[in-house]
């Protein structure tokens, strides 16, 4: 039903924007990425980490760390190696290594929605602590995966690049990380000093 509400709703507002144009632009309305991943985004995890019960969530922490960051980079990378072979069988254009990297970052963030909505987390609370943990922290690390790779010059590989590289999605990740550990440690703090659970 949200579907196809949101289906129709894209399609009627690009039908205005091609009369507006009259065919010629269909930028009239850019949607920025930082406006997502900076304003919009957050929030959003932010509920749903408010949600999730945290006791079974912190009890399986590295196993979620496991799942989430070290599963996400072996399938960016498998699926990397993939789209090479993949697309040197098919005599498609040269990319760039960037380029690769990129399509793996992307294709490596899977979506739990669907997932989440099957389990409940009463029924199941190690499972879908598991299943919540590693959808989060799988989006973070291809985000910051897909940034690493966009802040990076990757032309031609040698030692230095290579480092620059590991050390942008350190930084990117462990920023963040901290980042957003701070956001929760504050909200907490101001909702149990205004009693904001009570109602």
Not at 34 to 61: E, H, S, T, W
């Amino acid at each position: 039903m949200y579907f196809q509400f949101g289906f129709l709703q894209g399609l009627c507002t690009g039908v205005v924007i091609l009369l507006i144009s009259r065919g010629k632009s269909s930028h009239l309305l850019v949607f920025s990425e930082d406006l997502f991943f900076i304003y919009l985004l957050p929030p959003i995890i932010f509920n749903a980490g408010f949600q999730v019960k945290k006791k079974q969530f912190f009890r399986n922490f590295i196993t979620i760390m496991l799942f989430g960051a070290v599963g996400t980079l072996i399938s960016c990378a498998v699926i990397s190696t993939g789209v090479v072979l993949f697309f040197r069988n098919l005599g498609i254009g040269f990319l760039d290594i960037s380029d690769y990297l990129a399509i793996g970052a992307i294709f490596a963030a899977t979506d739990s929605v669907c997932t989440l909505q099957v389990l409940s987390q009463d029924e199941t609370p190690l499972l879908y602590s598991l299943v919540f943990g590693e959808g989060g922290v799988n989006d973070a690390t291809s985000v910051v995966f897909f940034n690493a790779i966009q802040s990076s010059d990757m032309t031609t590989i040698d030692p230095t690049i290579s480092l620059h590289f590991i050390g942008s999605f350190l930084y990117l990740f462990l920023a963040s990380t901290l980042l957003g550990v701070l956001a929760g440690l504050v909200s907490a703090y101001i909702i149990k000093k205004l009693y904001f659970g009570r109602y």
